[in-house]
T-cell receptor, first 115, second 113 residues
Framework: GNSVTQMEGPVTLSEEAFLTINCTYT??????LFWYVQYPGEGLQLLLK?????DKGSNKGFEATYRKETTSFHLEKGSVQVSDSAVYFC??????????????FGAGTRLAVHP | NAGVMQNPRHLVRRRGQEARLRCSPM?????VYWYRQLPEEGLKFMVY????????ESGMPKERFSAEFPKEGPSILRIQQVVRGDSAAYFC???????????FGQGTRLTVV
């Protein structure tokens, strides 16, 4: 079945360090891919998305490229800030869902950034 | 334009009681999704509804759980005879027809004591 696998956390970085959070997926068909961020005690916010192969999603200094050949959608940021501390979820839209936004989430990766 | 509104934010129920979770989608959104997040886990799809119709309930437990999205008013996720294992954060999301983006509410954190 369709699934998303994320690197396990927590990821602990110093401010201004480079961030990579790995995400790979298994899906039949052509899903859209998403990164969501969850700040403590809050709901999920869409960070970025990509809807087809080789698309690059970007927002707030974060970016991820839809790689069909490696079935990956790794999240990167060149210089993290303390305010980036949160849990990051990779997700795909189930291509079997018939066109609606049934999302399949990874387990989440907690990021802690220290000054 | 208000976002997806969920209430209550926190709900405490004793074992055997009923829990009702409400979700008002964003204005103009006619698609509602419910997800459950167990502690330290990702979100798991439960159910997808359009106005007055359940489209996909493949993630709903077979017993005690039900959902509705009436013509007027919010979507309701109802859990009867709650047990400790129902303790989780329940998130609602909404989207417009044809849109690839779903917007999430802040969630309802249910604690069963």
């Amino acid at each position: 079945g369709n699934s998303v696998t994320q690197m396990e956390g927590p990821v602990t970085l110093s401010e201004e360090a480079f961030l990579t959070i790995n995400c790979t997926y298994t899906a039949t068909g052509y899903p859209s891919l998403f990164w969501y961020v969850q700040y403590p005690g809050e709901g999920l916010q869409l960070l970025l998305k990509a809807t087809k192969a080789d698309d690059k999603g970007s927002n707030k200094g974060f970016e991820a490229t839809y790689r069909k050949e490696t079935t990956s959608f790794h999240l990167e940021k060149g210089s993290v800030q303390v305010s980036d501390s949160a849990v990051y979820f990779c997700a795909l839209s189930d291509p079997k869902s018939g066109g609606y936004n049934k999302l399949i989430f990874g387990a989440g990766t907690r990021l802690a950034v220290h000054p | 334009n208000a976002g997806v509104m969920q209430n209550p934010r926190h709900l405490v129920r004793r074992r055997g009681q009923e829990a009702r979770l409400r979700c008002s989608p964003m204005k103009g959104h006619s698609h509602v999704y419910w997800y459950r997040q167990l502690p330290e886990e990702g979100l798991k799809f439960m159910v997808y509804l359009q106005k007055e119709n359940i489209i996909d309930e493949s993630g709903m437990p077979k017993e005690r759980f039900s959902a509705e999205f009436p013509k007027e008013g919010p979507s309701i996720l109802r859990i009867q005879q709650v047990v400790r294992g129902d303790s989780a954060a329940y998130f609602c999301a909404s989207s417009r027809t044809g849109d690839t983006e779903a917007f999430f509410g802040q969630g309802t954190r249910l604690t069963v004591v």
